[in-house]
Each structure stands twice: as structure tokens, then as C-alpha cells.
């Protein structure tokens, strides 16, 4: 008996493990605003992953995190991690020259 519960002990271990590795990308809840130009763009519940990047070609971009999710900034187009800067807190403003990007972490 005490062989079968360690065992169906560890099998449910086991499954936890993999139902919380196949879970998808969370998103974060709230919005994100870029806004370049006068132009303002929202983002809804972004998702983990997330790259929005700013035109190089526009000016300034101010960025506005609503969410409940923080995101890295980069001085440079496309995420790159080579030009990871800072963060982009959770209710924090940040305006940046044209061209950077943010990534969503969650």
C-alpha cells in the first residue's frame, strides 16, 4: 500500500510539473500606450513577448505602462538584447528618443 500511494504520489507530482510548463505565454492586464507624432497606440492586455518599437523616422516616443506587467527597454529598434537599458514599470511614463523599443515580460 505504501508503495502504490509514493507512487501515485510522484505520478501527480509529475503531471503538476508538466501542466505548468505547457501553460501559454501570460499577458498582462491593462493597457499599454505609445504614443510618436501625436499619434497614440494602444495595447490591450499585452501579451509576454510583446515588441513594440518606436519609428526611428518620428520623433520622440512616450511610452505609458497601464498594466500590471513591467517591460524592458531598448535603445534601439526590434528588442535587441545587446541594447537592453531599463525597465518600463508597472504605471510608470518614459519618454525616449525615436527608434526604441519596449518587450513585455509579462
Known amino acids: 500500500m505504501r508503495k502504490i500511494l509514493m507512487s501515485l504520489g510522484a505520478l501527480s507530482a509529475?503531471?503538476?510539473?508538466?501542466?505548468?510548463?505547457?501553460t501559454s505565454a501570460q499577458a498582462a492586464t491593462?493597457?499599454?500606450?505609445?504614443?510618436?507624432?501625436?499619434?497614440t497606440t494602444t495595447y490591450t492586455d499585452p501579451k509576454q513577448g510583446l515588441c513594440v518599437t518606436s519609428d526611428p523616422a518620428k520623433g520622440d516616443v512616450t511610452f505609458i505602462n497601464r498594466t500590471n506587467g513591467v517591460a524592458w527597454t531598448y535603445s534601439r529598434p526590434g528588442c535587441d538584447r545587446a541594447y537592453q537599458v531599463d525597465?518600463?514599470?508597472?504605471?510608470?511614463?518614459?519618454?525616449?528618443?525615436?527608434?526604441w523599443s519596449i518587450l513585455m515580460l509579462q
Open 87 to 99: 525597465y518600463l514599470r508597472v504605471g510608470q511614463r518614459l519618454t525616449l528618443p525615436a527608434g
Open 30 to 39: 491593462g493597457t499599454l500606450y505609445m504614443t510618436q507624432a501625436g499619434q
Open 14 to 22: 509529475a503531471g503538476m510539473l508538466t501542466v505548468g510548463l505547457t
